[in-house]
């Protein structure tokens, strides 16, 4: 059974720093692409940064290009995400998704397994 896990979410200050880690099973992480994707109250679902297999290549969206980076350990099979300089806009619950191929994106699909979601709120 596939199944994709996310921890490390919470409650910080403006300006700290958060990792994220998303710990597969059921799969072999080396054979895929990963994704993290964030959703705010009323907003839709949006793509944060996402990691190719192999040569681990990213796409960064722009409201988080200097502050977020995502890595990957696949002897593990998890992979994170790496916030720093955290902003009150950040605050969303985060979701973590793979998807096969040598490509990624940040709009859902294709991403076929999502992790459950962790909340992080960012707040003085």
């Known amino acids: 059974q596939v199944q994709l896990v996310e921890s490390g979410g919470g409650l910080v200050q403006p300006g700290e720093s958060l990792t994220l880690s998303c710990v597969g099973s059921?799969?072999?992480?080396?054979?895929?692409?990963v994704a993290w994707f964030r959703q705010a109250p009323g907003k839709e679902r949006e793509g944060v940064i996402c990691?190719?297999?192999?040569?681990?290549?990213?796409s960064v969206a722009d409201s988080v290009k200097g502050r977020f980076t995502i890595s990957r350990d696949n002897e593990a099979n998890t992979f994170y995400l790496h916030m720093a300089n955290l902003k009150r806009e950040d605050t969303a619950v985060y979701y973590c998704?793979?998807?096969?191929?040598?490509?990624?994106?940040?709009?859902?699909?294709?991403?076929?397994?999502w992790g459950q979601g962790t909340q992080v709120t960012v707040s003085s």
């Open positions: 059921g799969f072999t992480l080396d054979y895929f692409s």
């Open positions: 990691m190719t297999l192999g040569r681990g290549r990213t």
């Open positions: 998704a793979k998807k096969p191929g040598n490509s990624c994106g940040l709009y859902p699909p294709p991403y076929d397994y």
